[in-house]
């Protein structure tokens, strides 16, 4: 069982930047994918950024050269830097840990940005 603490979070004027940060009850290093996900009202759950262990990291369309997704294994910590925050970024923001089988999920950390 993999436990995920996200935090991070908060009020940020659009243009700004904020880093959120997951860390987890157990090294990352061997864990296959390590993400970020949000979700808006009313709408679906969607992947923001993603790390496999190798180091390949996908991103969604709308982050791209926004957003960078990184680790520090010593710290069992993946975070998301988030730059030039725009007000669609507003969402939850969970952390997600996919070990092949295995599922886990952050309790999510509130992202709002204002105009």
């Known amino acids: 069982q993999v436990q995920l603490v996200e935090s991070g979070g908060g009020l940020v004027q659009a243009g700004g930047s904020l880093r959120l940060s997951c860390t987890a009850s157990?090294?990352?290093?061997?864990?296959?994918?390590m993400g970020w996900y949000r979700q808006a009202p009313g709408k679906q759950r969607e992947l923001v950024a993603a790390?496999?262990?190798?180091?390949?990291?996908n991103y969604a369309d709308s982050v791209k050269g926004r957003f960078t997704i990184s680790r520090d294994n010593a710290k069992n910590t993946v975070y998301l830097q988030m730059n030039s925050l725009k007000t669609e970024d507003n969402a939850v923001y969970y952390c997600?840990?996919?070990?092949?089988?295995?599922?886990?999920w952050g309790q999510g950390t509130q992202v709002t940005v204002s105009s």
């Open positions: 790390l496999t262990s190798g180091g390949s990291t």
């Open positions: 997600n840990a996919d070990d092949f089988s295995k599922d886990y």
């Open positions: 157990q090294n990352i290093f061997s864990i296959n994918r």
